[in-house]
C-alpha cells in the first residue's frame, strides 16, 4: 500500500517563494507520474501539472505555466513544488497524487494528506 | 481546452439514490476517455470512488455506481447513508496525462 506524505502548512508573505514536499513510499517512486492539484479555500479543486518521475519533465497547466516549477529528488522517492513569488490567489490547500495509468487505464489512486499554504503581510 | 460542468448541489434523503452528472463542453467523443470521481470531506483529501468512467477502486463497494453517455460522465449512489454528505468531482483527461475537474457537488443528506 502505497502513501505520499507532504510537508507541514506554511505562512508565506507576498512576493515570497514557496517549496513543499511530496515524499513518496510503499511503492517503485520512478514508475509512477505525480500530478499536483490545487484547492482555494471554499473552491473545487483545480489540477496545475504533472512531472514524470523518469525522465524528469514537467508539464504545466496553462494558468500557472511560468509560475511554477515541479522537481524531484529520486535518491528520497520525493518530489517538489515550488511557486516563484507568491500572491495572495495562491493562498490554498496544494494536494500531490500518484497518477496510475498503463494502457487504457489511468486515475489518481494515491493522494497527499494536503499542505496547507497561508499568504499574508 | 475543455469545461467539466456539475451541478452546484443535489440532496436527498437516506436509503435514496441520487445522480451527479458531469458535462464536456468539448465535442470531442475522445474527451472522456479517462473519467474519475472523487469524495472529499471537510478538510481531506479527496478520496477516489471512480476510474475509467465505470471501474471501482477495491474497498469501494456497488454503493456507488459510474456511468456515461454522450458528452455526460454520471456517478449514482445507491442508499444514501449519512456519511455520504460530502463534495463529489468528477475528472476527465482525453490522453491520460493532462486532466481538468469539474466544478464539485456538495452532496447533503436531509
Known amino acids: 500500500q502505497g502513501h505520499l506524505i507532504q510537508s507541514g502548512p506554511e505562512l508565506k508573505r507576498p512576493g515570497a517563494a514557496l517549496k513543499i514536499s511530496c515524499k513518496a513510499s510503499g511503492y517503485d517512486f520512478n514508475d509512477f507520474a505525480i500530478h499536483w492539484v490545487r484547492q482555494a479555500p471554499g473552491k473545487g479543486l483545480e489540477w496545475m501539472g504533472w512531472i514524470d518521475t523518469s525522465n524528469r519533465k514537467a508539464t504545466y497547466a496553462d494558468d500557472f505555466a511560468g509560475r511554477l516549477v515541479f522537481s524531484l529528488d529520486n535518491g528520497v522517492k520525493t518530489a517538489y513544488l515550488q511557486i516563484r513569488t507568491l500572491t495572495s490567489d495562491d493562498a490554498a490547500m496544494y494536494f500531490c497524487?500518484?497518477?496510475?495509468?498503463?494502457?487504457?487505464?489511468?486515475?489518481?489512486?494515491?493522494w497527499g494528506q494536503g499542505t496547507v499554504v497561508t499568504v499574508s503581510s | 481546452h475543455s469545461t467539466l460542468t456539475q451541478p452546484a448541489s443535489v440532496s436527498g434523503s437516506p436509503g435514496q439514490s441520487i445522480t451527479i452528472s458531469c458535462t464536456t463542453t468539448n465535442n470531442d467523443i475522445d474527451a472522456f476517455n479517462y473519467v474519475s470521481w472523487f469524495q472529499q470531506h471537510p478538510g481531506r483529501a479527496p478520496n477516489l470512488i471512480v476510474y475509467d468512467v465505470t471501474g471501482r477502486p477495491s474497498g469501494i463497494s456497488g454503493h456507488f455506481s459510474g456511468s456515461k453517455s454522450g458528452n455526460t460522465a454520471s456517478l449514482t449512489i445507491f442508499g444514501l447513508q449519512a456519511e455520504d454528505e460530502a463534495d463529489y468531482y468528477c475528472a476527465s483527461s482525453t490522453t491520460g496525462l493532462t486532466w481538468v475537474f469539474g466544478g464539485g457537488t456538495k452532496l447533503t443528506v436531509l
Open positions: 497524487a500518484r497518477l496510475n495509468s498503463w494502457r487504457f487505464t489511468a486515475y489518481f489512486d494515491y
